[in-house]
């Protein structure tokens, strides 16, 4: 029961998703309290704040002037890359170096799991000494 548990947990995609999902709830607050902090005041520089507050281009439209708010744009960029960095760096990479691990271990190289297949040059010589041995 508990080798079936650890063969369980040791799956690569449940530890992928279980660390994803707590890790990206968890660090996202944070990014975003620096973007909103550090960031958007940066961008400010650049782009004067529209009455709303938000950051971006002013077009007039229709029916009055529309801001694209670029800060929240790059709000979201940062975040995803900032949480994904962490999750792979943290998590995903040290997982994968223990598999490799536990694969030498048992034995089991790279080589062994992917097996080499024959070249084109090499079906066609053997298709040829097939035909050979069926006209002799």
């Known amino acids: 029961m508990i080798k079936g548990f650890k063969e369980f947990i040791l799956r690569g995609n449940v530890i992928d998703l279980a660390v994803a999902v707590v890790i990206g709830a968890a660090f996202t607050a944070v990014v975003n309290a620096i973007v909103s902090s550090i960031i958007n005041p940066l961008i400010e520089l650049f782009w004067k704040p529209a009455e ?47 598999k490799e691990r536990a694969a030498a271990k048992a034995g089991i190289t790279p080589a062994d799991e992917e097996p080499k297949l024959p070249t084109e040059q090499e079906l066609l010589v053997q298709i040829r000494d097939l035909l050979e041995k069926q006209r002799a």
């Open 52 to 98: 709303d507050g938000t950051i971006g281009w002013t077009v007039n439209g229709l029916w009055g002037p529309v801001t694209f708010p670029v800060s929240d744009l790059i709000n979201a960029v940062i975040a995803f890359l900032a949480v994904a960095i962490v999750v792979y760096f943290v998590f995903v990479h040290p997982m994968n170096v223990l």
